[in-house]
């Protein structure tokens, strides 16, 4: 039987990695299935392509977008995934994008309570943190403490809408247009985008200086 | 029942809304190549339509909170995949050991 160590940490392919008990259960899963024609030998690596090819950076273009041009925030808010099409940005099989928008009134905050769906077709991979019990646990009972401790405070004249993401449904958070940001391009307010403030962690600081000038 | 009277005991075990838990620490690590090719056969096996997302969302829960708790996020993952791929008749578990044992020598012997 092979043991239970976890293998040392190293290099693969440098000669002396030795993988994990799971990993040589994913490695032998993947194999069998290959042999056994359920599944392509060209799959997974076809797979890795995609993940490789999905994060932030395409979120951060559909909110600069909606920003910048309120007919296709409309779009966006009633359709996210046929938005993220329009950009060619194209979504898993059988999921749902739903945009949500923080306003002066309200800000929106994901979690998966059940696992870690995560609105990754537009995002990429979630962080660890956001796969963990506490934030799971928390969120959607004191979302305004577990917001103070990613230094985020949230008045307490504005609500905080939670969403529970499941395997069909993925919400993203379209972050409110930072402060000094009034003549700024699409491609620069792209820039100011993060993944954090997508999830809805943070919020977008107001901008001080425009990236043209020499501050 | 209410969030605030929620007893982790009531629920699957990884139903984590309103549970009560450790700290909130804000980790990331990168992936390590192992773990993205465990999400990628996820991902292979939806599409394939052998294993779908929330068969295996389920097969993590059927753990149970003892082995959740144990094994890492993709650990869980590979054994839940196991366990499904056994009850769809897929594969055998003599054939995965067999395929777990060639894998491991093939290991050992480049690495000597």
Same mark, same amino acid.
Do not use: M, Q
């Given at each position: 039987m092979p043991n239970h160590d976890h293998g040392h940490v190293d290099t693969e392919g440098s000669g002396d990695y030795t993988p994990g008990y799971y990993e040589i259960l994913e490695r032998s899963l993947a194999e069998l299935l290959v042999e056994k024609g359920r599944i392509d030998a060209n799959d997974i690596r076809r797979e890795i392509e995609v993940l490789d090819?999905?994060?932030? +950076?395409?979120?951060?273009?559909?909110?600069?977008?909606?920003?910048?041009?309120?007919?296709?925030?409309?779009?966006?808010?009633?359709?996210?995934?046929?938005?993220?099409?329009?950009?060619?940005?194209?979504?898993?099989?059988?999921?749902?994008?739903?945009?949500?928008?923080?306003?002066?009134?309200?800000?929106?905050?994901?979690?998966?309570?059940?696992?870690?769906?995560?609105?990754? +077709?537009?995002?990429?991979l979630p962080p660890d943190w956001y796969k963990l019990k506490p934030y799971r646990a928390r969120a959607v009972k004191e979302p305004r403490t577990l917001l103070k401790e990613f230094g985020t405070f949230i008045p307490d004249d504005m609500a905080i809408h939670v969403s529970d993401a499941t395997a069909q449904v993925r919400y993203l958070v379209l972050p409110q247009r930072p402060i000094g940001t009034e003549d700024f391009t699409e491609e620069e307010l792209a820039k100011l985008v993060t993944r954090d403030s997508m999830i809805g962690v943070v919020r977008l600081d107001p901008v001080q200086v425009h990236p043209g000038e020499v501050p | 029942m209410s969030a605030q009277n929620r007893d982790a005991a009531d629920w699957l075990p990884n139903d984590l809304g309103g549970v009560a838990t450790a700290p909130f620490e804000r980790v990331e690590h990168p992936m390590l190549p192992w773990e993205k090719r465990c999400h990628a056969l996820a991902d292979v096996l939806d599409f394939r339509k052998i294993i779908s997302t929330e068969e295996k969302r389920r097969g993590v829960e059927a753990l149970g909170e003892t082995t959740i708790n144990k094994l890492s996020y993709y650990e869980r993952w590979a054994v839940c995949f196991a366990n499904l791929l056994f009850a769809k008749g897929v594969i055998t578990p003599e054939e995965l050991a067999l395929k777990m044992a060639q894998i491991e020598a093939r290991f050992n012997r480049s690495g000597e």
């Open positions: 090819s999905r994060n932030p +950076a395409l979120g951060a273009r559909l909110v600069a977008r909606a920003w910048c041009d309120a007919e296709f925030k409309k779009r966006l808010l009633a359709n996210g995934r046929k938005a993220c099409e329009e950009l060619g940005i194209t979504s898993y099989e059988d999921t749902e994008l739903i945009v949500l928008e923080n306003t002066e009134s309200v800000h929106n905050l994901v979690v998966c309570t059940l696992c870690s769906c995560y609105p990754r +077709a537009v995002i990429g | -």
